[in-house]
């Protein structure tokens, strides 16, 4: 089974930047879509971005486009979210996840894997 191990959270100021990582147990990354989530407190789990399998499309929720970057080293097993102009909305869990059956996914019943969630804060 492929482990997902998110890092790279942490406290930024509002209209800083973080680079998250997600880094996969096995040299197997290339088979699966990516993408990121978030779920703050009381909140459910949102869709952020996503990527393909060789990385020809990506996909992002309304509310981070323009700001937030998703992509791949399939070479290096990792995924990366680079976060610019970060807001307090921002704030939450983020969470990695991978896709097996699923080209463009989105919804969370798509992702048949998932990593452990590294905090992102970001203070106003």
């Known amino acids: 089974q492929v482990q997902l191990v998110e890092s790279g959270g942490g406290l930024v100021q509002a209209g800083g930047s973080l680079r998250l990582s997600c880094a996969a147990s096995?040299?197997?990354?290339?088979?699966?879509?990516m993408g990121w989530f978030r779920q703050a407190p009381g909140k459910e789990r949102d869709f952020v971005a996503a990527?393909?399998?060789?990385?020809?499309?990506?996909y992002y929720a309304n509310s981070v486009k323009g700001r937030f970057t998703i992509s791949r080293d399939n070479a290096k097993n990792t995924v990366y979210l680079q976060m610019n102009s970060l807001k307090p909305e921002d704030t939450a869990v983020y969470y990695c996840a991978a896709s097996y059956y699923y080209d463009s996914p989105r919804a969370t019943y798509e992702y048949n894997l998932w990593g452990q969630g590294t905090q992102v804060t970001v203070s106003s």
């Open positions: 096995e040299r197997t990354l290339g088979r699966y879509a």
């Open positions: 990527i393909t399998r060789s990385a020809d499309s990506t």
